[in-house]
């Protein structure tokens, strides 16, 4: 017999979101052992199925227990040095989060921010890197305070036309698995994301993916890492020995989520990731257009050429305030 989730309020948020059946009864799997030669095979399929949705064949993926945030932490404790220049492209509150966690790990962070509902223009990025070496930049694909999508194809060619060897760091909490991201071919050093947004999984989970760029700068940066658990030293023999079947121990793996992320990959992979692109895209666009045109609601992106695909952000009516609506979405 299929398995069916309860009836339950539709939730609306943009994360954690609606899980499929698959999903929740692959979180639900039963305990086993993480060396156990069944889930060293999921975790393995799993790392290479998440290469398929950032369209890479050379990056590393981190799986590791932990929020989004900890993304920042692996970025910043792996890449920043005391002193290195960062550059942060601002389009809303988790820019200036990203920047925080930068400068806690000795980055000398420099934001480029742009106005409620816009993001940094080709302009202004070049500008700023003809001004300063930047060890790396760092752009939120998609902020979830402002449903602006940056353009992180464009960033990447500016950094790389004025800055070669500055890094280029793809916040896509908000944006892997809903919005289009060619990590190859847009020369993108690390993209990083949670489980619980466009991937469609609870949340637990960071993900991280790393070019062979980024790897050897930590294999052969001269001082210490200013973690343990975010360290990609520690990790690096854990996520290869499980792609090669190869169960390796640093810390345990939430197996059930793991289980999970499986289960969702396999669903997001058995079509062209093209495809799921588009849909998104269309489905976006006919949302955005009811919630204009029906309900006369201002969108937040002052542009529809840089609104999210995964979520839609919207101003109150007149009258009404976050503490009308937001108990009525929990």
């Keep these: 017999m299929a398995f069916h989730q309860a009836e339950h309020s539709l939730l ?62 692996m970025v910043a ?13 601002h389009s809303g509150y988790f820019g200036q989060s990203f920047a925080d966690c930068l400068e806690a790990y000795g980055a000398k962070v420099t934001q480029l921010k742009a106005p409620v509902g816009q993001c940094p223009s080709r302009e202004q990025i070049a500008e700023a890197l003809t001004t ?14 402002t449903g602006v999508l940056s353009n992180a194809q464009m960033v990447s060619e500016v950094v790389h036309q004025i800055s070669p060897d500055t890094l280029v760091v793809l916040d896509g909490v908000c944006s892997v698995g809903s919005e289009e991201i060619r990590m190859d071919e847009w020369s993108l050093d690390v993209v990083m994301c949670a489980s619980q947004k466009g991937l469609g999984v609870p949340p637990g989970l960071s993900l991280v993916c790393a070019s062979e760029r980024a790897v050897h700068f930590v294999e052969a940066r001269k001082t210490k890492i200013n973690s343990y658990f975010a360290s990609w030293l520690n990790w690096l023999p854990v996520m290869r020995g499980y792609e090669q079947s190869k169960p390796v121990y640093f810390a345990t793996p939430p197996v059930q989520l793991i289980c999970a992320l499986h289960a969702s990959l396999k669903e997001i992979t058995s079509r062209p990731i093209a495809e799921r692109w588009a849909k998104n895209k269309q489905a976006s666009t006919d949302f955005k257009d009811f919630v204009t045109n029906e309900l006369g609601l201002k969108q937040v992106p002052n542009d529809a050429a840089f609104a999210a695909n995964g979520m839609t952000a919207i101003y109150f009516p007149e009258g009404i305030s976050a503490l009308d609506i937001i108990p009525r979405l929990l």
């Design 12 to 73: 609306v948020i943009p994360g954690p979101i609606e899980v499929s059946d698959d999903v929740l009864f692959a979180n639900a799997t039963p305990s086993q052992s993480h060396m156990s030669k069944s889930f060293t095979e999921t975790f393995g399929q799993a790392i290479k199925m998440f290469r398929q949705v950032l369209v890479t064949e050379r990056g590393q993926p981190f799986i590791v227990a932990g929020s989004g945030t900890l993304g920042w932490d």
């Design 77 to 89: 404790s792996n890449l920043i040095e005391s002193g290195d220049e960062a550059l942060v492209l």
């Design 132 to 145: 300063t070496k930047y060890k790396l930049v760092t752009v939120t694909h998609v902020d979830t305070s």
